[in-house]
């Protein structure tokens, strides 16, 4: 291929990131996962705390894996990207909750709490 065709699709101008933006998100990644670990192997905290602390480091790390591995960002030619990535999170949203929904409701409607496993065993 040509780098004319490369430059047609936007794929060799794009920038892919330096040995500097790798390092750094590396080592913010090693940061926080040696963070969360310390957070429940220390055990400091409550647990409330400690899952409210895992959950915030958690999302603290899937941003920096985000920003500086995948490159999703702001700029002018990530922004398609970064549109496409958050629309794929919110239907994968929506599909988990909406299974959790309807199996949550299956359970409560499958058998009445009242009746026990024998009584529903004689039934037959």
């Known amino acids: 291929m040509s780098n004319d065709h490369l430059h047609a699709f936007g794929t060799a101008s794009t920038s892919h990131g330096s040995l500097k933006g ?3 998100g590396f080592v913010l990644s090693l940061a926080l996962t040696f963070a969360s670990f310390a957070a429940v192997m220390s055990g400091r ?9 895992i959950v915030v480091l958690c999302v603290a790390q899937l941003i920096v894996q985000l920003v500086f591995f995948l490159h999703l960002g702001t700029s002018r030619d990530q922004r398609e990207n970064t ?9 994968i949203a929506i599909i988990v909750a909406g299974s959790l929904w309807v199996m949550h409701n299956a359970n ?4 009445p709490t009242n009746m026990t496993i024998e009584r529903a065993k004689t039934r037959d």
């Open 45 to 53: 905290l409550p647990q409330g705390k400690a899952l409210v602390v």
């Open 22 to 24: 790798y390092l750094s």
């Open 108 to 111: 409560g409607n499958m058998m």
């Open 83 to 91: 549109a496409i990535f958050l629309c794929s999170g919110l239907l």
